[in-house]
């Protein structure tokens, strides 16, 4: 069952990951948490770009209501989505969402999770769960004031405003848009673009950015401590140095 919500394309240096649930527009229920828990635990042993879609022209819809209008409070302390995005969000390598269509909810706080996201002119991206009487308690609440600032977060939050593509990227939800039929090449490229570089030093930089600010700059000196060792460091600055000798 798994398998069929969760398409999962393996590469040798990345995995596309295409949530596919269209009777509810990629709504996330348990079994869409369970395999995105199963897909982590495979990118934690052996580390990959992760770009993470939806299928048929929708990202995901939100949370699944059938199953979030069943749950109770012992439900809500366990952190179903939550922990699943935490996990998300803590890879070793980048996570790249790409965006078409309805992002709403839990499939908002997905799409904060990854580390870039990118969409079309045609998404639609918020968090109505006001509007249900619950909260955005999957992300939200912490991530998109990172994202955006914490007035517009607010905002957006209090109100459960829908934001389409440009508003997206003026509001730096999004780095770029693109035509649907090249949002999955765009993808593609912006992770050809992060693995022309030191998987190492990647992994590094989402550590320290994620570092509390009090850790810094130990948490960063100690990265660089460990990479100025590292045989790739020299190769690449010695291939560095003989090309500029031959311009």
């Given amino acids: 069952m798994t398998d069929d919500i969760l398409k999962v394309e393996r590469r040798s240096d990345r995995v ?15 079994d869409m948490v369970d395999a995105f828990h199963a897909l982590c635990g495979e990118l934690e042993a052996d580390p990959r770009v992760l770009i993470i879609t939806g299928a048929n022209g929708v990202f995901a819809s939100g949370a699944d209501i059938r199953q979030l209008r069943d749950r109770r409070r012992n439900d809500a302390l366990r952190g179903i989505n939550s922990e699943a995005f935490i996990r998300i969000n803590a890879l070793p390598m980048p ?25 079309t002119p045609e998404l639609k991206i918020g968090n109505p769960e006001v509007g249900l009487g619950i909260i955005a308690a999957a992300g939200a609440s912490w991530r998109l004031p990172q994202i955006v600032g914490e007035p517009l977060a607010l905002q957006l939050l209090l109100t459960g405003d829908i934001l389409d593509g440009r508003q997206a990227l003026e509001a730096g939800i999004v780095t770029a848009l693109h035509d649907r039929d090249e949002l999955m090449t765009a993808a593609h490229s912006l992770a050809d673009r992060m ?17 509390p600010r009090a850790e810094h700059p ?8 460990v ?3 590292s045989p790739e460091k020299m190769r690449r600055m010695t291939e560095f140095l003989e090309r500029k000798k031959t311009k």
């Fill in 16 to 30: 596309v990951a295409t949530l596919d649930r269209p009777s509810t527009r990629n709504a996330i229920d348990q």
């Fill in 95 to 119: 996570v790249i969402a790409a965006i078409d269509g309805y992002a709403l909810g839990g499939g908002a706080e997905l799409a904060y999770a990854a580390d870039v996201r990118i969409g």
């Fill in 195 to 211: 693995l022309r570089n030191d998987p190492a030093a990647l992994m590094a930089t989402k550590r320290i950015v994620r570092a």
């Fill in 218 to 225: 130990r948490v960063d000196m100690d990265e660089q401590a």
């Fill in 227 to 229: 990479l100025f060792e």
